[in-house]
């Protein structure tokens, strides 16, 4: 099928209105071929559930933090706040602050007794001294929630890029990217998975690098002159200068009215909050030796992000100061954050970086959404078919891991009808904030209170759950983004982190204060404790 894809781009790729588009077009292919014999290589050594679900659990610190570097920067990290810093400034710069301080709370509270308790899924660490059943129903719908949003989101994004560079319509670009992603998940598992990652981290920084030093160049090599060009700047002579190192270009008062500082608190919550319960970086600490590694591999994967965060302000900032208003504007005439970067290339490197740029963003997709589908899969599979339906006993053997490859399908599948029924149009930071806000509300707090709280019960960790989770999607609902618009949402904020989440902590706390003490899970707590910290029964690596 993606044969006939690549055919009827390289038939447009060949018409006179789209001569440029050649180039991505073979940079696109050539990208696809090298994941596609990784996945074959993979596929070989995918004997058993440890083997599909967490890479036979080899994977070395630096290699998971590349890892995890490249499933979390996403096309919104890459595109989305590139264009966010070019059009507003600092504020958009507060985004990208947000991303990368979110990893202390992975670092200081999630990495090490994630790995150390579980096995394949968040829901494993909360199964350890809860009732199984029903908190793994409700970490599982979680997961998938989170991960069929923050997918969509991610599908948009690749069918508007690879439409507009190869000149290949949304549709067919959507089921592109949804086929590949599933032939790396299906067939090569979490160690295609993985490598898919590593390479697309690896091109990714190597393209912010190069992008940078032009960008630095065209300044002449100068902080103080650049810092000064952007504080006054003109989009190269086209517009009204502005200072863009001045607060408020996006949350300020006068901009968003009274609540925008308020919604820039709401949305830092969120994502310094919500990394640390989004499924498809949890699943990645499995993959490791043991939590040692995992600590390690989530201080690689800060040193990388943080690099690459402070990159993108010379990606913004340099686009505001180099590039024409126009040519970072749609054809209607409103800002087009998505294109910054992919333009920035074009004018300070020419056709070939252009579409090494643009075949970066298109690998960012990929191996976000694979990663995605992974911890989707591994999720329904292992939490809800295995434990809730057959109570842990696997019924036959491999039966796990065929589940998991079927899941992957119709979570691709719904993702994929989803992403095309909402077309290009659709907000994508709206369905990323959505993913965030969920993981933070409903995911976080029952995390936190069963590592930590003894009293924690099964009731407060499914109260949590669903008010966190019901909460979050009801307030970006009626949110300005939501069902309403702007001029009629009943909910102020864009983002529902500031009241979501102290809902979903307070759920928790109220689910388990106001019934029974529950004696056996209080009794192995003391055991969890144990083994989150010293790794003491923690699952192995298994060696082929």
């Known amino acids: 099928m993606f044969i006939s894809l690549l055919s009827a781009a390289a038939a447009t790729a060949a018409s006179p209105a789209s001569s440029k588009s050649l180039i991505p077009l073979i940079m696109f292919t050539g990208f696809v071929a090298l994941t596609l014999l990784i996945t074959f290589w993979a596929a070989k050594r995918n004997t058993g559930a ?10 070395t610190g630096w290699q998971n933090g590349l890892a995890v570097a490249g499933d979390y920067m996403s096309a919104a990290s890459f595109l989305g706040i590139s264009g966010m810093i070019c059009f507003s400034g600092y504020d958009g710069f507060m985004y990208s602050v947000g991303f990368l301080v979110a990893y202390i709370t992975v670092l200081l509270i999630v990495a090490e007794p994630l790995r150390n308790a579980g096995k394949y899924t968040m829901a494993d660490l909360l199964a350890y001294r809860l009732s199984p059943r029903p908190v793994r129903a409700m970490a599982s719908l979680s997961t998938l929630t ?6 969509i989101a991610q599908m948009v ?20 990217v949804g086929v590949l992603m599933l032939v790396y998940v299906v067939f090569g598992g979490m160690l295609a998975t993985t490598w898919v990652q590593i390479i697309k981290a690896l091109l990714l920084m190597a393209g912010a690098i190069l992008l940078s030093y032009l960008v630095l160049q065209y300044h002449h090599f100068s902080l103080a002159g650049f810092f000064d060009a952007v504080s006054k700047a003109d989009y190269a002579g086209t517009a009204e200068p502005k200072n863009l190192l001045e ?15 308020l919604d820039l608190v709401s949305l830092g919550l969120g994502l310094v909050l ?14 490791v ?20 965060y402070i990159m993108t302000t010379f990606f913004g900032f340099g686009a505001a100061t180099i590039l024409k208003k126009a040519l970072i504007l749609t054809e209607t005439g409103a800002p087009n954050p998505n294109m910054v970067a992919p333009i920035l290339a074009q004018e300070l490197g020419g056709e070939l970086f252009f ?11 990929l191996a976000v959404v694979a990663g995605l589908t992974m911890s989707a899969s591994a999720s329904f599979a292992h939490d809800f078919y295995s434990n809730v339906l057959h109570h842990g006993k696997e019924n036959r053997p491999g039966a796990e891991v065929k589940v998991a490859r079927i899941t992957a399908f119709i979570v691709g599948a719904v993702s994929i009808g989803i992403a095309i029924y909402l077309g290009p149009a659709v907000n994508a930071a709206f369905l990323v904030g959505l993913a965030f806000a969920v993981a933070a509300s409903a995911n976080l707090p029952v995390i936190i209170f069963s590592v930590f709280w003894k009293r924690f019960n099964t009731t407060g960790a499914v109260a949590g759950l669903v008010t966190g989770l019901v909460s ?12 309403f618009g702007k001029a009629g949402a009943p909910f102020p904020l864009e983002n529902p982190g500031i009241v979501s989440i102290p809902l979903g902590f307070l759920a928790a706390y109220l689910g388990t204060i106001l019934t029974p003490r529950d004696l056996e899970a209080e009794a192995k707590f003391s055991e969890l404790t144990v083994r989150a910290h010293t790794g003491l029964g923690a699952e192995k690596a298994t060696h082929h």
């Open 274 to 287: 919500g990394t640390a319960g989004l499924p498809h970086i949890l699943v990645r600490f499995y993959t």
């Open 472 to 483: 979050a999607i009801v307030l970006i609902l009626l949110s300005p983004n939501g069902l």
């Open 146 to 151: 989170v991960s069929t949003f923050y997918m």
């Open 157 to 176: 994004g690749a069918g508007v890029i690879i439409e507009r560079l190869i000149g290949l319509s949304f549709a067919p670009a959507v089921i592109g």
């Open 289 to 308: 030796p043991d939590a040692k590694t995992a600590r390690s591999s989530v201080v690689w994967a800060m040193a990388i992000i943080g690099i690459f």
């Open 50 to 59: 440890s083997a599909y679900f967490a890479a036979g659990r080899n994977i």
């Open 355 to 365: 579409a090494f740029i643009s075949a970066v963003a298109f690998a960012t997709i």
């Open 247 to 261: 607060p408020g270009l996006k949350f300020g008062v006068a901009v968003a009215g009274k609540w925008g500082p």
